[in-house]
Nanobody
Framework: QVQLVESGGGLVQAGGSLRLSCAAS????????MGWFRQAPGKEREFVAA????????YYPSSVKGRFTISRDNAKNTVYLQMNSLKPEDTAVYYC????????????????WGQGTRVTVSS
């Protein structure tokens, strides 16, 4: 089991940047694929990014590719999401999650979730 705590959300103007962090507890962090999801009011939880256990592979949907970057520091048990060129449609609660699947892009493939951090992008 791994416990996850997100931070770094806030209010930013369109075109701005934010860096989210997700700190994990437990000694098995480096064995998990880590992902970021987001959920806007009235919408389903949406895949944002994933990174392999060693950080060698990353995955993004077309909606954020080229603007968002996921990274991890296994020595610090932390995964990051750098978000650039933010748009109002990026407004949501952002969650990090841990998975043992190979290339997990759906919420059902993740077993551990953080509480979320809110990101609001104003126009």
């Amino acid at each position: 089991q791994v416990q996850l705590v997100e931070s770094g959300g806030g209010l930013v103007q369109a075109g701005g940047s934010l860096r989210l962090s997700c700190a994990a507890s437990g000694r098995t962090f480096s064995s998990y694929v880590m992902g970021w999801f987001r959920q806007a009011p009235g919408k389903e939880r949406e895949f944002v990014a994933a990174i392999s256990s060693n950080g060698g592979s990353t995955y993004y949907p077309s909606s954020v590719k080229g603007r968002f970057t996921i990274s991890r520091d296994n020595a610090k048990n932390t995964v990051y999401l750098q978000m650039n060129s933010l748009k109002p449609e990026d407004t949501a609660v952002y969650y990090c999650a841990a998975s043992v699947a190979t290339v997990p892009t759906t919420p059902y493939e993740y077993r551990n979730w953080g509480q979320g951090t809110r990101v609001t992008v104003s126009s």
